[in-house]
């Protein structure tokens, strides 16, 4: 027998062996099970992703034997004969070989006989936009009038094209791309049943490589195991589909991240020695500097795509957020301006080159923000903070916290933002650019002592938690610091509510407990969003009921359901069924408790800062001005 390629043998037979198209399916199910059909279905999406396997699906359940449902028996002639394409009553044109009007009258003229053996005669027209002008026309008036036993199914890759009357007579379902989890999953499944060796990561470069089609991952599959001698291996894809070794694009992030110019130049040596395409190589360190950037800022929404994720943890451990950024912007002009270059590999190399030379002017060292630490480390940092003669670590204790600026002293706010020691900065006067000859006298070290000191009630009051709102002192008040302030204050800082340290137990959940410690459940990304907008509504020994303000459903989708009962699942050990529903949410939902706890923080943080002596000994000395607006909180 002779060999059949991965992507006809399998072919979904039933919605249920579908990979996803969730978003389609409910709607026919329900149509189907309910007896709702609409004589008319077009569906639209790029190649690949499942328009004419599920018309094909649709057409057998509506010609099954045993009766009309979603779950067609697939053992019945009608099913047997439309899974291997010799059903009669099932039409399939190609409407890109027969685009002329005569085509679609010869159809049309057999529209009004019942069908031979099926309960329905079904056309299924393929690539429907290359119909021409007046093939539309001759098919308009049976597309919205025919008989009761003629149903169309419509297949189309650039639904723009086809005319708002026939868009207007059909109930249209847009198919969208697949995702790379999606994908290997589904190869898993496949491989594992075709007794096929492989690496996962070989499969996730499939899944990227297949671009959202089903179809286009399975070819890639059967020519990857061709390759590979029946079996899979990362290296062996690699070199069928051209990319290069994410390690080249590791050591090339790891010497920017030392600024070693000889080591990137040794790395792009020995690409060249490979014959690696450098614009690929610059795409490729554009998906590892992202890759990068979400795990500096969400963590948790960092995947495991190619196996790399600990690998990626590390180096965005040894680059700032500032500095990801900043080459990631580098790298998109460079490829776009590749094109320009000699050749590739010398604007390769001068890419690499520009992000090492170009720095932010006027900057002595760049803004260090590296990972977001725990609450409780920042509070540490900040207590530490008790350096008067150097201002570098009241700087560092001290971020996002309110600007003190003063009108008549311009080089207090100079020195507040130095990161040099203050002596330094006046032995050094005459030959350093940030502070003019010209300037004001130096600042006295009793206004440099009070400096460090509001830096460091800054960074204490940047961490202070939800309370009451006390009422502040009054700014006339230049005296020491009372007892009963700092006390508060103190009081403040040490009562904060923590999340809980021991994993919750499912009999344990109910709203509050959802809405107040929320951060222990492992829900990344969008999901956590949308899970942080709903708001439990009912639970019972397997299932938890949510539900959602319509107004927050952006990223309600039932992918997002399902992962989020899978989640839960996991964290509760145990299996449960999770819906959401949209409804009136009467009551906080988590986002909305965290950000009323954050709001009170600040108000609580502001008064402090007004209230706090050396700040208003400031403002009286040195005539400045207390910038409320610019307090920021660290969360």
Known sequence: MSYQVLARKWRPKTFREMAGQNHVLKALVNALDHDRLHHAYLFTGTRGVGKTTIARILAKCLNCEVGVSSEPCGQCNACVAISEGRFVDLLEVDAASRTKVEDTREILDNVQYMPTHGRYKVYLIDEVHMLSSSSFNALLKTLEEPPAHVKFLLATTDPQKLPATILSRCLQFNLKNLTPERIVDYLKTVLAHEMVQFDESSLWLLGRAADGSMRDALSLTDQAIAFGSGKLGEADVRQMLGTIDHNSVYRLIE???????????????????????????????????HRLAVAQTVPDGLDNS??????????????????????????????????????????????????????????????????????????????????????????????????????????????????????????????????SPSSSPPIPNEAVGMAAQVADDVARSAVLPQTEVGAAEPISNLGEPSAESNEAREEAITSRPELATEKIAFTDLNETVWREQFDVFPLPGMLGSLAGLCQIAAISADHVSFTVNAENTAF??????????????????????????????????????????????????????????????????FDGVLDEESVRLVD
């Open 556 to 621: 309600l989708s039932d992918r997002n359901v399902e992962r989020l009962g899978e989640l839960l699942s996991e964290y509760f050990g145990e299996a449960l069924k999770v819906t959401v529903d949209i409804g009136d949410t009467p009551h906080e939902t988590p986002a909305a408790y965290k950000q009323r706890c954050l709001d009170e923080r600040l108000v609580v943080a502001r008064n402090a800062l007004r209230s706090d002596f050396h700040v208003k000994r400031i403002i009286e000395e």
């Open 306 to 435: 190619l196996g790399d994720r600990s690998k990626i943890i590390g180096l965005a451990g040894k680059l700032t957020a500032e500095d990801v950024q900043f080459y990631y912007q580098i790298g998109l002009s460079g490829r776009r301006d590749m094109g320009l270059a000699p050749d590739p590999r010398a604007g390769l190399e001068m890419l690499l080159l520009r992000m090492l030379a170009f720095k932010p002017q006027g900057v002595i060292d760049g803004p260090r923000k590296i990972l977001p630490k725990p609450v409780a480390a920042v509070a540490e940092a900040a207590t530490s903070v008790k350096k008067p003669q150097t201002l570098d670590s009241a700087q560092e204790a001290s971020t996002s916290v309110a600007d003190v600026s003063s009108a008549s002293a311009p080089d207090l706010d100079v020195n507040l933002r130095s990161r040099e020691p203050l002596a330094e900065l006046q032995d050094d006067r005459a030959q350093d650019h940030v502070i």
């Open 255 to 289: 010497a920017l991240a030392v600024s070693d110019g000889a080591a990137l130049l040794a790395v792009v040596a020995d690409l060249a020695e490979m014959g690696a395409d450098f614009a690929g190589v610059i795409s490729e360190l554009l998906v590892v500097m």
